[in-house]
């Protein structure tokens, strides 16, 4: 079975501290996302990654950074948390092969993260 | 890129068929539209994928006219386990993955 594991489901930091949020998946996928989803403004793309180093952002980079050493690694950082970053963080994989492609992503259970 | 709209959210009965619509005016050609369930505190999950015309699973049908401006998530017999938020994304089946769009969620409330 196709697996997507966050290294937190619940996390409270402090305004200014360095948070990572770690996402692996098992699936061997080329393609990885770090999403953050808020009430009222549904999933918002952070950052992709489609291969090992390779990183593009999306709509909402600021304040954030990301990782990718291994494939089935992607980090996401917080260089300095504010308390605008509180919000639930969503990991996904994909293939890009085939008519899939972006589309059938999976998703990791979510970190909520709180910034105080 | 493919800004996506839906409603906010429906209430339904079990038993009935559910329509949830997205548009997405914007859409490029090499598109496709991809409908995700999510329930509280677990990430989206893969319902229904299509390019155009229909798409049936056995979940769910994927209606997209020609045009492609809308697509419409198509639930059958509802039942209280289908409570949950339903997205539609729109995503190149290669490159510009930074580009891939969901929209806001519905919100649907399945009763007795």
């Known amino acids: 079975d196709v697996k997507v594991t966050q290294s937190s489901r619940y996390l409270v930091k402090r305004t200014g501290e360095k948070v990572f949020l770690e996402c692996v998946q098992d699936?061997?996928?080329?393609?990885m996302f770090w999403y953050r989803q808020d009430p009222g403004l549904g999933l918002r793309l952070i950052y992709f990654?489609?291969?090992?180093?390779?990183?593009e952002k999306g709509d909402i980079p600021e304040g954030y950074s990301v990782s990718r050493e291994k494939k089935e690694r992607f980090s996401l950082i917080l260089e300095s948390a504010s308390t605008n970053q509180t919000s639930m963080y969503l990991c996904?994989?994909?293939?890009?092969?085939?008519?899939?492609?972006?589309?059938?992503?999976?998703f990791g259970p979510g970190t909520r993260l709180t910034v105080l | 890129l493919a800004k996506t709209t839906q409603p906010i959210s429906m209430d339904s009965y079990e038993g009935q068929e559910v329509n949830i619509t997205c548009s997405h005016n914007?859409?490029?050609?090499?598109?496709?539209i991809t409908w995700y369930q999510q329930f509280p505190s677990q990430g989206p999950r893969f319902i229904i994928q299509?390019?155009?015309t229909k798409v049936t699973n056995e979940v769910a049908s994927l209606f997209i006219p020609a045009d492609r401006k809308s697509s419409t998530l198509s639930l059958p017999r509802v039942s209280l386990s289908d409570t949950a938020v339903y997205y539609c994304?729109?995503?190149?089946?290669?490159?510009?993955?930074?580009?891939?769009?969901f929209g806001t969620g519905t919100q649907l409330k399945v009763e007795l």
């Open positions: 990654s489609y291969d090992v180093k390779m990183k």
């Open positions: 914007n859409i490029a050609t090499n598109d496709y």
């Open positions: 996904a994989s994909s293939l890009t092969s085939g008519r899939s492609g972006y589309n059938e992503q999976f």
């Open positions: 299509g390019y155009k």
């Open positions: 994304l729109v995503a190149p089946t290669g490159g510009g993955g930074n580009k891939l769009t």
């Open positions: 699936m061997d996928h080329e393609n």
